[in-house]
């Protein structure tokens, strides 16, 4: 008989800690660490024998893989050209944001195209899943529906039905009858994607998995699962915006980093094929303070409008607030501004936002940003109708970044004319729009200042 004792474990992270404490030293999440019940593992495989594995090598003879499209272009993209038969998907987001709403209208899809599609919901009644397929304009497609919780008839269930794609909504409220804790905790949460992970390996069906991310310290996010599955999605976007990105932070089958774009509309999420135009679709006329970024999701370019506003403190410490952006990148670059070129923020209160409700992590931001911070504090506009894309470093000086035939060619597509970049730019052929190429940041902070 194995022995239980008890753990604290991480909701968040999943890391094991000796204690309890109030902060994860893992993810630096507070009140997330519970304890739980482990079974002690037995301490070694002690005397009995097992079989000898067949090895291979790497060039043996494997059928191709056969994705399946789901017809959505933006979920496709993200999962690298369709989904993997016998993948294991997590598509986790705050709750909200849309993910049964993608997911059922996925299931469709992929229903209607004589793929056999079952869809568990274990948070919401099948009555209320069918109104949203009504809402939708999904009632016709043949997907199977039940509202169910216990792993273990679900599991029979799939076996017997032998289905292409299962959707899982969501993993938290699934429970295994194997396991003590509650449902929703680490151990549960784990136990109950390893099976359904087996699952798809053992009969070839691609499962997708919905995970809520949450707050609440008691209940597993999906994060704890991410090493389990082959891919993992999160939905981002913010409430008070409608469109929504899907981004895949890991994939096995294809490459990370890749974005889909959507916007949430009352028909459900609708792909969004050019979404530069829609970030720049609210730009001002010769605004100042506004610089457009040509940035990089992924392989996808993508064009965003960069905000800057400076204004007289009323308090002694100036406040620094960034919306979209890192603070840290942010103090760097009015650091560099003050120290390498001259300009003096003084005791200003500075406000940088990325419109539109976008999170931007590439360095390659640093030259729109500071366009963006020059712009507001000479109180000029910058061309419209240039981009600007270039990382900064600490001695002023603005180094190249990579994909920049792909910005440029996105930035010639939307009309504009003009590229501010760093003077090293690799291109393989001609620049389709006219370069001011600059070595130092002083050089750019000249013209700035001296624009008409
Ligand atoms: P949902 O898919 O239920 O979110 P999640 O599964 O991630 O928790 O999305 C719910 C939100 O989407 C809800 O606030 C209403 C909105 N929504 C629309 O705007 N249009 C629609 O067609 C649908 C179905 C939902
Ligand atoms: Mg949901």
Known sequence: MAKTSSQFICNQCGTIHKKWAGRCDGCGEWNSITEQEVNAAPKSLGRKKGRSIELGLLEGEDAPINRVMSHNAE??????????????????????????????????????????????????????????????????????????????????????????????????TIWSDNVDNAPGSVSQVRAVVHELVSFAKRSNTAIILVGHVTKDGQIAGPRIVEHMVDTVLYFEGERGHNYRLLRAVKNRFGPAGEIGVFEMTGGGLSPVANPSALFLADRE????????????????????????????????????????????????????????????????????????????????????????????????????????????????????????????????????????????????????????????????????????
């Open 75 to 172: 979920l496709d993209r993200v999962l690298g050209g369709g989904f993997v038969p016998g993948s294991a998907i997590l598509v986790g987001g705050d709750p909200g944001i849309g993910k049964s709403t993608l997911l059922l209208q996925s299931s469709a899809s992929l229903a209607d195209q004589k793929h056999k599609t079952i869809y568990i919901s274990g948070e919401e009644a099948s009555a209320q899943i069918r109104m949203r397929a009504e809402r939708l304009g999904l009632k016709a497609s043949p997907v199977m529906l039940a509202a169910a919780t216990n792993l273990r008839n679900i599991i029979q269930t799939l076996t017997e039905e032998n289905p292409d794609f299962v959707v899982i909504d969501s993993i938290q």
């Open 285 to 452: 006329a010769n605004a100042a303070g506004s610089a457009v970024f040509a940035g990089m999701e992924g392989s996808r370019p993508l064009l965003c409008e960069i905000q800057a506003l400076i204004a007289p403190s009323p308090f002694g410490t100036p406040r620094r607030a960034v919306i979209g952006w890192d603070s840290a990148r942010l103090s760097m670059i009015l650091a560099v501004l003050e120290a390498r070129a001259g300009v003096e923020f003084g005791p200003s209160d500075i406000y940088l936002n990325v419109a539109g409700g976008l999170r931007i992590t590439e360095p390659a931001a640093d030259l729109a940003v500071a366009g963006a911070l020059l712009s507001a504090h000479f109180d000029r506009p910058l061309p419209r109708e240039a981009v600007f894309f270039g990382e900064i470093s600490l001695s002023g000086a603005l180094r190249a970044v990579p994909f920049a035939e792909n910005r440029l060619k996105e930035a010639h597509k939307l009309g504009f004319k003009k590229a501010i970049t760093p003077k090293q730019l690799q291109l393989s052929e001609d620049s389709p729009l006219a370069l001011s190429s600059f070595s130092r940041l002083e050089e750019f902070v000249e013209i700035a200042s001296n624009r008409s």
